[in-house]
């Protein structure tokens, strides 16, 4: 059974940092390029960073270029997202994701969803 564990969300202030994390299980991780998504009530979910297989390439969204980086380990399974300079519009539940076929920004493209975990920044 295939598990996603997003953990590392809470609220802080703007300009602040936080880091998430996505531990993976039943799947080969290494295997899988991994991204994360968010997403606001009402609004379709956002691409905000993917990273390959090997760790050696990295792709993030306009919004969160120059202040998100992912990373991953493959000896422990797991991916992260460090977010500085955030803002309140970063405001928004964080889903990690597994992708079996490619480096995409597409949702349509994740074989494997975590249940995300909620990043609050405030003015």
């Known amino acids: 059974q295939v598990q996603l564990v997003e953990s590392g969300g809470g609220s802080v202030q703007a300009g602040g940092s936080l880091r998430l994390s996505c531990e993976a299980s039943?799947?080969?991780?290494?295997?899988?390029?991994m991204a994360w998504f968010r997403q606001v009530p009402g609004k379709e979910r956002e691409f905000v960073a993917i990273?390959?297989?090997?760790?050696?390439?990295?792709y993030y969204g306009d919004s969160v270029k120059g202040r998100f980086t992912i990373s991953r380990d493959n000896a422990k399974t797991t991916m992260y997202l460090q977010m500085n300079s955030l803002k309140p519009e970063d405001t928004a539940v964080y889903y990690c994701?597994?992708?079996?076929?490619?480096?995409?920004?597409?949702?349509?493209?994740?074989?494997?969803w975590g249940r995300g975990t909620q990043v609050t920044v405030s003015s």
């Open positions: 990273i390959s297989r090997a760790a050696d390439s990295t």
């Open positions: 039943g799947l080969p991780f290494s295997s899988y390029a």
């Open positions: 994701g597994a992708n079996r076929i490619a480096m995409t920004t597409s949702e349509r493209a994740i074989d494997y």
